[in-house]
């Protein structure tokens, strides 16, 4: 029996196939079926992947679609890697915190490190429990050191296996946006109450902070005159470079923890376009690079392929969720920071 009339077979046991298409000149095959049954496809999942195979199902029209892809091998996890690039990352943070950052004072270098790995780690961390809630295998954080003013690329986690349905999506995408976005406040607290004022000598970094950074820092930071300027130290720089983390990986792009939200709540069209919109916006704040690897993202990917089951409804408590991490977005939008001479 070939794969063909294995997959047809499958999938007519499960739901009642009305026939097989060709889509778009031939680039885009799918089985259309006239009912949708959550317990049926997770069957029908469960039967393809013995052989093989992966379905997605989408809503098409009064009916739905049923695409097959083949089931990608799975690498091994090397958890060595995960500990040594933790360890490197480690280094080039405190690195960062001390000759760029604290002045070369190894406590305030300590200080940034630890403030801002535990911003990161707290936002992998939070993905990788909600890929283990939705039974989705997945790494632990890979950190990524790197030479720059901070001393870190960020960190990310590996997805190894298909996201289940909608839901699971939608966790997977918020989840770790809004962990890292809690733990930077306190972060970002402490760090303004530790700041000072200095003369206003006409070159500096500036930054045009965002609404909750201008918020705490009226309520904590030390009062700074027209001629003075708030010198950050190394904690608030962390606990800013969070909510820029934050911001950043909250943009409706493609694979961005965004993308993913945006790709839960919409279908694969609209998706597009909102991807478009949140490029957009981000070269508005002037965040070029990340720009730039998202239109790379954009146009170099075959498109997000959403979840499996994307037919399954996003219930009530998660539309609240999502109207609470569009209003943190906005609170975390900050324009590029630039040279004052």
Known sequence: MDDFTL???????HFP?????????????YFTVGTYNPDSFQALVSELDEYGF???INPDGNYYKINIAKKPEKGKSRIHINVILLLATIGSTLFAGYFFLG???????????????????????????AARKHGVDA???????????????????NVKSPIPNRRALFDLGYSGPLAGFIVAIPVLLIGLKFSTVAANTGAALVFIPPLIMQFFTY?????????????????AFAGWVGIIITMLNLMPVA??????????????????????????????LGWYLMAALMVLIFFMGK????????????????KIIAVVILIIFILCLSPFPYTQI
């Open 255 to 284: 694979f961005l923890d965004g993308g993913h939200i945006s790709r839960s709540l919409f279908g694969q069209k609209i998706h597009k376009f909102v991807s478009i919109l949140g490029i957009m916006v981000t070269i508005v």
């Open 139 to 157: 790494t632990l954080p890979y950190f990524i050191p790197a030479p720059t003013m901070i001393g870190t690329f960020g960190a990310l986690i």
């Open 303 to 318: 498109g997000h392929p959403g979840a499996l089951d994307n037919v399954v409804p996003i219930d009530r408590n998660r």
């Open 219 to 235: 309520l904590v930071a030390p009062a700074a005159t027209s001629e003075q300027i708030i010198m950050l130290h190394p904690v």
């Open 54 to 56: 992966i379905p997605f």
């Open 7 to 13: 997959i047809e077979q499958s999938i007519s046991h």
């Open 103 to 129: 002045e070369g004072d190894i406590w305030k270098a300590i200080a940034f490190a630890v403030a801002l790995l535990g911003i990161i780690g707290t936002h992998e961390i939070a993905h990788f429990f």
């Open 17 to 29: 196939l009305i026939g097989y298409f060709n889509d778009d000149g031939g680039k885009e095959s």
